[in-house]
């Protein structure tokens, strides 16, 4: 912003300094033709103080020029004594501003919305958690035993290694839980917290997208306002 406030005074500076080029060119014509007695005095003086009032404005158009530089240079780090000039000039870009461009654009550089974006997948994903304790719980187990025989322990012992006496066993445990009110207590804080989470989301999107369209809105205004002003400049010089 403060580059652009440079731009846009620098702007004011060369137009400052076309009309007081042509206050003194109509100055110097009306001090000719006064000596020629051609005008009267009245017209020479009107000539010269509309000179002396462009010389005016030139200066505050430098001084304001010099003062939103000194503050570009400061935002920049930049020491007082270094030249700077701007690169750019003010035109009127050709095209208007997309309404669904300028969202989307808007939306993805919002760290707010980001944020809540992730918030919303973050209790999406605690939801479907906590959903999955309210159903009921299978758990597949299974062992494997073998068995030494012997007349003796250590006999026995040497036995397990064998193949011989194995005992496997496979099974499916289920669990299903009778009211379960803490689970289903967490379930819905986990949905009000979502919901919460989502209406959040929404409301930046709705601020967004209210600022966003006054703002393209305002840009399209200023555009036709710009080139009506454009076309007016020209008809004046």
Known sequence: QAYWDVVLKAEYVRISEEMLAQAKKLFDLHQEKFQNGLVEQPE??????????????????????????????????????????PSEELLILEGGQDFIESLNRALGNRQDYKKTLNTVKAKKLQLT????????????????????????????????????NPEIFAG????????????????????????????????IERKVATVML????????????????????????
Request: glycine share 2%; aromatic share 4%.
């Open 44 to 85: 020479l003086l009107a000539a010269q103080a509309n000179y002396e009032e462009r010389q005016n404005e030139w200066q505050l158009a430098v001084n304001e020029k010099e003062n939103k530089v000194n503050t570009l240079k400061l935002l920049l780090n930049i020491e007082v004594d270094t030249d700077l000039a």
């Open 129 to 164: 958690m906590k959903k999955n304790n309210l159903w009921p719980e299978m758990n597949l187990t299974a062992s494997l035993k073998r068995n030494g025989l012997g007349d003796h322990f250590k006999q026995a012992v040497e036995q397990i290694t064998e193949e011989d």
């Open 172 to 203: 499916l445990n289920i669990s299903i839980p009778l009211e379960n009110n803490e689970a289903r207590a967490q379930f819905k804080a986990a949905e009000l917290e979502k919901a919460k989470a989502l209406v959040e989301l929404k409301l």
């Open 214 to 237: 006054n703002q393209v809105r305002d840009c399209q205004v200023l555009q036709q306002s710009a080139k009506t002003k454009e076309k007016i400049a020209g008809l004046q010089k």
